[in-house]
């Protein structure tokens, strides 16, 4: 999912930075500080971005920009909200594209356009989801872990493929014939390891630490059940 620099034209990679500045200053407007201000969240929230960054560093592909690896966005947005998960994601992101340039892999020319889809994108799509299981689903446990944990997760990685392949075919980066045929498949497939990993997790999380899960409120889910 990592675009390589000078694989979008320079209008793209500069137009990027608009949209992610506002973004950034909305979520350092609106982000729950308070909870980081607790040590032990912010060790949570810190330690899981440090986690992303070797989880973004695995990744496979055959040709720049068309590339796989595992996101965590439904995990990380679920256990902190989507503010402070996209502030995480911009750091996971330029933790993993300062490696890379070390390595002399990547720069930065296409941090921005890499964060709209990668560190925005996804968290935006689970905070939808969960919004959208809260007001027409029952408040379930059952609920909250197979239809907002596991279901979410997918369907959050088969959204960001089709994003990110949307962008390089109208940037003319690749036909959209190579694009369905060679890569977007390949994101049902991952989209069912993105569910297990994160449905799992959170399973665990709500039963021995919901404390770290922001969006779980036992007494919706839990209380007179």
């Given amino acids: 999912m990592n675009f390589p620099d000078a694989l979008f034209p320079q209008a793209w990679a500069l137009g990027a930075w ?46 720049p920009g068309l590339n796989l690896h595992l996101l965590g966005a439904t995990l990380f947005t679920l256990m902190f909200g989507r503010q402070l998960a996209i502030i995480g994601f911009s750091l996971v992101l330029a933790g993993v594209t300062l490696n890379g340039s070390l390595l002399g892999r990547e720069a930065w020319q296409a941090y921005a356009l890499n964060a709209m889809v990668l560190a925005i994108f996804p968290p935006l799509v689970v ?7 809260d007001r027409y689903l029952p408040g379930n446990f059952f609920v909250y872990v197979f239809v907002t944990a596991f279901f979410g997760a997918a369907l959050t990685v ?4 089709a994003f990110s392949c949307g962008l390089m075919w109208l940037a003319d980066v690749y036909p959209f014939s190579v694009l369905a ?20 997790l959170i399973t665990l999380m709500v039963v021995y630490l919901p404390h ?7 007494r919706r889910y839990l209380l007179h059940k």
């Fill in 127 to 133: 905070d939808r989801v969960r919004w959208a299981v």
């Fill in 181 to 200: 045929d060679d890569y977007l498949p390949y994101y049902f497939l991952l989209g069912f390891a993105e569910a297990w990993l994160n449905g799992a």
């Fill in 212 to 218: 770290w899960v922001g969006t779980f409120d036992d």
């Fill in 158 to 161: 088969m959204a960001t493929g």
């Fill in 18 to 63: 608009l949209p992610l500045i506002a973004v950034w200053l909305w979520c350092l407007r609106t982000a729950e500080w308070r909870r980081l201000a607790d040590s032990s969240q912010f060790n949570v929230w810190l330690g899981t971005v440090v986690l992303l960054v070797l989880v973004w560093s695995m990744k496979a592909g055959v040709k």
